[in-house]
Structures are given as C-alpha cells and as structure tokens.
C-alpha cells in the first residue's frame, strides 16, 4: 500500500514532466537545463545503468517464468536468457513499427492474465481466513538479524526496498515522448495514467493475494522452483491447468518484451548524450530504419554480458537496480521544483513535484543503506565511474574542437607534396597510378622493395619500358619485410624537409568475388595502418579493377 502511494506520487510528477518537457530525455533533460551539469550527468549515468538492468532483470524473470512452467529448462537459463536479448535486438533492429506489433498481443494477453488471476483469487478468497505459508519456505528467512526483531520497522523497510523495482518503468514515458503519435505530450500522458493504473491495480493484487494463499519466494536453485506468479497460478486455477499455461506463456512474453523499453530508451537517450560530446558519436547515428543501431548493439552486449555474469538470476540482479532508479526520479523531481520556481508558477504544480522530490529522496536512502551490502554499492561506484567516463569524453570532444576551431587560421595553408607509389611490379593498375600521381605534382618516386631478389632483373625490365620517366627507388630488406623499408623511406624524406607532405599511393584492385580476397596477400592493408600514424604523410587507394577475372 505504501508503495501505491509512492506509485501515485511518481506518476503525477512525471505526467508534469511529460508536459513540461515534450521533447523527450526524462531526468537528463530536467536536470541539465534547471540543476545544472554534474546533476545531469548523475542522472544521465544512473538511468544508462538502470536500462541495462531493465534487459537483464526482464529476461532473467522471463526464464525464470519459463522454468517455472516447463522444469526441464532449468539447466539452460543462461542459453535461454541470451538467445532472448538476441531476439529482441534483431526485432529492434527492424524499427519501432515492426516490434510495437510483435509486442503488442503479448502485452494485452498479460493484463487479462492478471487480472484474471487477481480476481478469481479473490472470488475464491474473500471470507476466508489466509493460509499459512509452508514452515519449510519461510526456514531461510528465520535466520534473519536480531536487528529485525528488534525494529520491526526496518524489517518493513527492507521489504518496501525490495518492492520499489516495481516503478522503474515510469520514467522511461518521459524518456520517450517523441516517440508516441501527435500530440505527443498529451498520448505520452495518457499512456502513464494507464500505465501507473495497471501497475498499482496488478501490484497491490499480487501482493494480496500472496498473502491470502501463502506463497514464499523460491530461491532459483530450489528444488521445484516456481516463480510467485506461477505458485499464485498453481493455487488459483490448480497446477496443470490450461489458464496455469496460459498466465505463465503471457508472463513470459511480457517479461522477455518488458526488456523493449530499454531497447527503445537507451539508444534515444545515448545519442541525446552522444549529441551533448558526452558518449562517442556514433551513438547518435540513425540507420536506415530510423533506429540507433549502435545504441542498441551496445545494450545488447552490456546486458548479455550482464547476464552471463550473474547466470541469469534475478534475486542477484535486482539488489543492482532500485537504487539507479531512484536516483533518477530524486534528480528529475528536484529539477521540475526549480523548473516551478523559475518559471514563478507556485501552487498545486511546484507542490506535487517538491512531495515526489521528497519521496523519491527519502525512498533514495532506503535503499542506499539497507541494499548497500547486497549490491546497491555496484551501482553506486558503476553510477560514478560513468561520470568519469562522460568527462574523459567531453574534455576529449572539447580540446578536438578547439584544436579544429577556425578562428586558428589566417589563411588557407600552402602545400608542397612529394608523391610515393609503391610497385610491388609492373601492371596495368600500377601504370593508371604513376598517371594519378603525376596529376598531383611533380615529384613523384616509384618504391620497389625486394622481398625475392631473383625477380629484380625482370622487373627493372619492365620498369624501363613503362615506367622510366618516373625516378624508381630500390629498397633493400634483408627480413622480407614490406612495412618496415617504406616506413624508414617515409621518415628520412620527411626530414629533408619539415613543410613537405608525403604523399603514399597504394594501388588496389577492385575483385569480381568475394572469395577473390582469400587469395590476395594484405600487405597494402598493414602499410597503410602503419602509416597513418604519421604526420604529414596521405595515404591514397588508387583502384584498378579485376572484375572481369571470373
């Protein structure tokens, strides 16, 4: 009940949110333009961080639905759990239209299940008396420190702490106004009224219904291991029954699918990022099915990894999440207050976000402290080495545009260019080179490195006949190297001069199969890797074409 009423707080403050910042970025973009930056960036790190665990948590709760209703799965959560993160990647992938329809009849066939469940439980419940849960569930929790015997009321706490992951999708509405139809705001407003509705009406069901039929949280290495869901499912509709499989088919859908907001999210929130210099800026490129592809490859492979290091364990992941959340909503919260206060608008609006800034602050250390030793502190140092990972990028981003700014130049700079062509021998492509070359300057030099002595009278042949007005430079390499003489070639012309500019051909043919390139040495590859290390020096492809080789 105490968590509805958090519930109801959050969802208000967010639908003035929503409204008050249609654009989209949730606590990010509250935070940045009312606390300021370090408060943005906390917020920023702490709501990265919680849409990883959104996919990890999600699909690890799917599996653990899965195994509750067919047991024999047990043993491949883990191959489950990833194959589940590769499934949702390749339907974002696809664009959001594709995967709002996939996800679409598995969302509603939840809601009916639920529901359904919730109210049959209380048909068959009410005027009963609750059953007692089984002494040999509850043995673990005996052990629990004299501490909580002592002050029931932290042994509440402790519970209401484990709950509050319930709320961790009702900031991602705000993060994604602009993806809902015109007008934005108000459908985005819309949609967590219902959403929040739902969420309460589900969540205070459960929670009595757990109480009235005595279900206990299994551990994921108990024997018969069923999730709440399943064993509420077990004790309503009996074990086996079609509405049994029908509500744990429905869970873990939407348990495997809840992982879509974070794959919807965190891509449009890392390129808001990205486009701020704070993440790479790769991260802000559209492809074209108008999705951040690199985004979502990205929180792929954060959550798999994720997964694969806890095994796919709920009970593990969700001491990580609460916490991240929390600190987003406390953040968001206390900059709608400024936003408010700014805006000289006191009354009901400014009232209801500084109560959810309270709330959400005081929920903050809650968890904080009573989650701290079962891995809240993960987060907490996950949440600051973010921070310092967008610094590194942004000073890295803001000493690039000072070094590129164009009040640096007075004038278009003048170039001198020595071109170097390499010819490992004589064809055609090396031929439309020495032409190239010749169009970009005057000093042009041919580089022959001799890796097979016994070919240089032939070459030295063909060279005289094709290539003679071009000065041709024999490089010795006793090792049989090609990268190391060119190089060497490279640095001693450079310092003959310090204003000139080298100038390195590479010739390359252009292959009519795929599997042409099995059977083509890489040398020109390593050459150029090597070279562009450099200073002064371009390195230039000069294409010649094999295609008509079959």
Same mark, same amino acid.
């Given at each position: 009940l105490v968590l509805g009423v958090l519930l109801i707080v959050v969802a208000t403050s967010y639908y003035q949110t929503i409204h008050a910042y249609p654009e989209g970025g949730g606590s990010y973009s509250v935070s940045r333009e009312n606390l300021g930056r370090p408060w943005s960036w906390i917020a920023a790190a702490a709501l990265l961080l919680d849409y990883v665990l959104t996919v990890a948590v999600s699909i690890a709760a799917?599996?653990?639905?899965?195994?509750?209703?067919?047991?024999?799965?047990?043993?491949?959560?883990?191959?489950?759990?990833?194959?589940?993160?590769?499934v949702l990647t390749l339907a974002n992938l696809r664009g959001a239209r594709e995967s709002g329809a996939v996800f679409a009849v598995p969302t509603y066939a939840f809601i009916v299940s639920i529901l359904a469940l919730i109210a049959w439980g209380l048909i068959q419940g009410w005027g009963r008396p609750p059953t007692p849960p089984d002494p040999d569930a509850l043995a673990r929790y005996q052990d629990?420190?004299?501490?909580?015997?002592?002050?029931?009321?932290?042994?509440?706490?402790?519970?209401?702490?484990?709950?509050?992951?319930?709320?961790?999708?009702?900031?991602a509405i705000s993060n994604g106004v602009q993806a809902f139809r015109a007008p934005e705001a108000h459908n985005a407003g819309r949609t967590l009224i219902v959403m929040a509705g739902l969420l309460l009406t589900m969540f205070v069901g459960v929670s009595w219904a757990a109480v009235q039929y005595g279900v206990v949280p299994m551990e994921q290495h108990d024997p018969g291991y069923q999730t709440v869901i399943a064993q509420l499912a077990t004790q309503v509709f009996g074990a086996g029954s079609p509405a049994f499989y029908f509500i744990q088919i429905a869970t873990v859908s939407i348990l495997f699918l809840a992982a879509n907001t974070a794959f919807a999210d965190f891509p449009r929130l890392a390129g808001l990022?990205?486009?701020d210099g704070l993440l790479p800026r790769y991260l802000k490129t559209v492809g074209d099915r108008l999705v951040f592809n690199n985004g979502i490859l990205l929180l792929a492979l954060v959550s798999a990894g994720l997964l694969l290091a806890f095994k796919a364990d709920t009970h593990s992941l969700v001491p990580l999440y609460a916490v991240g959340v929390f600190t987003a909503f406390t953040i968001s919260?206390?900059?709608?207050?400024?936003?408010?206060?700014?805006?000289?608008?006191?009354?009901?609006?400014?009232?209801?976000?500084?109560v959810g800034a309270v709330a959400t602050g005081t929920v903050l250390i809650v968890l904080a402290v009573l989650k701290f030793t079962e891995g809240a502190w993960v987060t907490i140092f996950a949440v600051g080495g973010v921070m310092l990972v967008f610094r590194g990028i942004f000073n890295y981003y803001r000493r690039v545009a000072e070094a590129q700014s164009i009040q640096r130049m007075r004038e278009i700079p003048k170039m001198k260019t020595t071109v170097l062509i390499l010819v490992p021998r004589v064809h055609p492509g090396i031929l439309s080179a020495i032409g190239y070359a010749q169009s970009l300057t005057t000093d042009v030099r041919a580089l022959h490195v001799i890796l097979d002595s016994s070919g240089l009278p032939e070459f030295k042949a063909a060279w005289n006949r094709f290539g003679?007005?071009?000065?041709? =430079?024999?490089?010795?390499?006793?090792? %049989?190297?090609?990268?190391d003489p060119v190089l060497d070639y490279v640095? $001693?012309? &450079?310092?003959?001069?310090?204003?000139?500019?080298?100038?390195?051909? =590479?010739?390359?043919?252009?292959?009519? %199969?795929?599997?042409?390139?099995?059977?083509?040495?890489?040398?020109? $590859?390593? &050459?150029?890797?090597?070279?562009?290390?450099?200073?002064?020096?371009? =390195?230039?492809?000069?294409?010649?074409?094999?295609e008509e080789v079959a």
């Open positions: 799917g599996t653990a639905a899965l195994v509750s209703m067919w047991p024999a799965t047990h043993d491949f959560m883990v191959p489950i759990a990833i194959g589940a993160v590769a629990s420190p004299t501490w909580y015997v002592a002050l029931p009321v932290l042994f509440m706490l402790k519970a209401f702490s484990a709950s509050c992951t319930a709320l961790t999708g009702v900031e990022l990205a486009k919260q206390a900059g709608m207050v400024t936003y408010w206060l700014r805006a000289k608008t006191i009354g009901w609006k400014l009232i209801i976000n500084l003679a007005d071009v000065p041709l =430079v024999i490089l010795e390499s006793p090792y %049989r190297s090609l990268v640095d $001693a012309t &450079l310092e003959e001069d310090p204003e000139l500019t080298v100038t390195v051909i =590479v010739p390359q043919p252009i292959l009519g %199969r795929w599997w042409h390139r099995l059977l083509h040495d890489n040398a020109a $590859a390593w &050459l150029k890797r090597a070279l562009g290390s450099r200073r002064r020096v371009m =390195v230039t492809n000069v294409r010649y074409s094999l």
